[in-house]
């Protein structure tokens, strides 16, 4: 009997594993079309950035998907694969930016650097979401702009979308306000910093500490000059290391939220991907990974980073901005006044 137990399983076992395979490839093949434009415009951007070191091919990419999108009509059968880059391969991008974060430079900053942006982040979202309020926007459309703003932009703005889960039109708008007011930071910041005086280095510090993207603050450090580029991306780097402990509290958020109903979906205590970024910075920060493997993995991440924002970017429809109203817009005007105060505030008080 043991026998024709085991002979019927092994039976059950042929039959099943070939329809495996099917659905495997039936899910690649509704991927591909999407995937292979997002491949394409990853090439381009990055072809594009190299004759144009100044210019980030993620900045290059989220344009170049919303202009695509808003000229062409882009095929439904294009709408997977695009998903799929803007949550699942900007998630790895995310995790692999680590690999860029040393924990030698960010404590070379100094006590009242790191305190300054750790004020920053969290004041930055308190004071955004107080004022969405104000403004009657949703909780989730204003968190999205809150963390884009305070923390490190685009890529803020899906990992939030990754926990709390808001609607599509709601991240949209949080990602094309993210470019729209971290490219006006990119010759504001300089000027006033000539304005008031400030050094090279305390330029670079409250540009690294108020603007959204990390390509923004490249290309806003590098137009100023001097020692303004290297300090500004540490402070953005910084920046960055908050977004693990501020999806850990979302996440807790959330779950308490959920309650013990079986049939709600209950994010992580940590999302994998933010677990994922840690494991890198402590990688990074080892010194065990040999300069060769960092300098590919940069590559990898950019690339990663890149497809995920042109896909994000092909989701901004101008008829959806235009749909929303002004209301996000004046949250994201006050957003940068009020992150760009406080970093301003704190480099002062730190120098």
Same mark, same amino acid.
Request: hydrophobic share 55%; glycine share 10%; proline share 4%.
């Given at each position: 009997?043991?026998?024709?137990?085991?002979?019927?399983?092994?039976?059950?076992?042929?039959?099943?594993?070939?329809?495996?395979?099917?659905?495997?490839?039936?899910?690649?093949?509704?991927?591909?079309?999407?995937?292979?434009?997002?491949?394409?415009?990853?090439?381009?951007?990055?072809?594009?950035?190299?004759?144009?070191?100044?210019?980030?091919?993620?900045?290059?990419?989220?344009?170049?998907?919303?202009?695509?999108?808003?000229?062409?009509?882009?095929?439904?059968?294009?709408?997977?694969? %695009?998903?799929?880059?803007?949550?699942? +391969?900007?998630?790895?991008? *995310?995790? $692999? !930016?680590?690999?860029? #974060?040393? /924990? =030698? @430079?960010?404590?070379?900053?100094?006590?009242?650097?790191?305190?300054?942006?750790?004020?920053?982040?969290?004041?930055?979202?308190?004071?955004?979401?107080?004022?969405?309020?104000?403004?009657?926007?949703?909780?989730?459309?204003?968190?999205?702009?809150?963390?884009?703003?305070?923390?490190?932009?685009?890529?803020?703005?899906?990992?939030?979308?990754?926990?709390?889960?808001?609607?599509?039109?709601?991240?949209?708008?949080?990602?094309? %306000?993210?470019?729209?007011?971290?490219? +006006?930071?990119?010759?504001? *910041?300089? $000027? !006033?910093?000539?304005? #008031?005086? /400030? =050094? @090279?280095?305390?330029?670079?510090?409250?540009?690294?500490?108020?603007?959204?993207?990390?390509?923004?603050?490249?290309?806003?450090?590098?137009?100023?000059?001097?020692?303004?580029?290297?300090?500004?991306?540490?402070?953005?780097?910084?920046?960055?290391?908050?977004?693990?402990?501020?999806?850990?509290?979302?996440?807790?958020?959330?779950?308490?939220?959920?309650?013990?109903?079986?049939?709600?979906?209950?994010?992580?205590?940590?999302? %994998?991907?933010?677990?994922?970024?840690?494991?890198?910075?402590?990688?990074?920060?080892?010194?065990?990974?040999?300069?060769? /493997?960092?300098?590919?993995?940069?590559?990898?991440?950019?690339?990663?980073?890149?497809?995920?924002?042109?896909?994000?970017?092909?989701?901004?429809?101008?008829?959806?901005?235009?749909?929303?109203?002004?209301?996000?817009?004046?949250?994201?005007?006050?957003?940068?006044?009020?992150?760009?105060?406080?970093?301003?505030?704190?480099?002062?008080?730190?120098?």
């Amino acid at each position: 009997m043991s026998s024709q137990l085991s002979e019927s399983k092994s039976e059950e076992q042929r039959v099943e594993s070939p329809a495996t395979l099917p659905r495997l490839q039936t899910a690649t093949a509704t991927l591909l079309p999407g995937l292979a434009l997002c491949a394409v415009a990853t090439a381009v951007a990055m072809g594009v950035g190299r004759f144009l070191p100044t210019v980030s091919p993620l900045l290059i990419a989220i344009v170049l998907g919303a202009v695509l999108s808003n000229v062409v009509h882009l095929p439904e059968r294009l709408r997977p694969g %695009l998903q799929f880059s803007a949550k699942k +391969l900007l998630r790895v991008g *995310i995790a $692999l !930016l680590g690999l860029q #974060l040393m /924990l =030698s @430079d960010i404590l070379g900053l100094g006590w009242g650097v790191i305190v300054v942006v750790v004020s920053i982040v969290c004041l930055g979202i308190v004071g955004t979401m107080f004022a969405g309020k104000l403004l009657g926007l949703s909780w989730t459309q204003r968190l999205l702009i809150a963390c884009g703003f305070s923390i490190c932009g685009a890529a803020a703005v899906a990992a939030v979308d990754g926990v709390v889960d808001a609607d599509e039109e709601e991240v949209i708008t949080a990602v094309a %306000l993210v470019v729209i007011f971290g490219t +006006l930071m990119i010759p504001a *910041i300089p $000027l !006033l910093s000539r304005a #008031l005086g /400030l =050094s @090279d280095t305390d330029a670079g510090l409250w540009a690294g500490g108020s603007i959204h993207e990390v390509a923004h603050v490249v290309a806003a450090g590098g137009a100023i000059g001097g020692a303004a580029l290297g300090v500004a991306a540490v402070v953005k780097l910084a920046r960055v290391l908050m977004l693990a402990p501020v999806m850990a509290v979302l996440s807790v958020r959330q779950r308490k939220l959920a309650g013990t109903d079986a049939d709600v979906k209950r994010p992580p205590l940590v999302p %994998l991907f933010v677990l994922a970024f840690l494991v890198c910075v402590g990688l990074r920060s080892s010194g065990l990974l040999p300069e060769g /493997l960092l300098a590919e993995a940069k590559i990898v991440q950019t690339g990663l980073l890149t497809a995920a924002m042109f896909a994000l970017g092909a989701g901004v429809q101008i008829a959806t901005i235009k749909k929303v109203g002004a209301r996000p817009f004046v949250l994201a005007g006050i957003s940068t006044v009020w992150v760009a105060s406080i970093a301003l505030v704190g480099v002062l008080l730190a120098g």
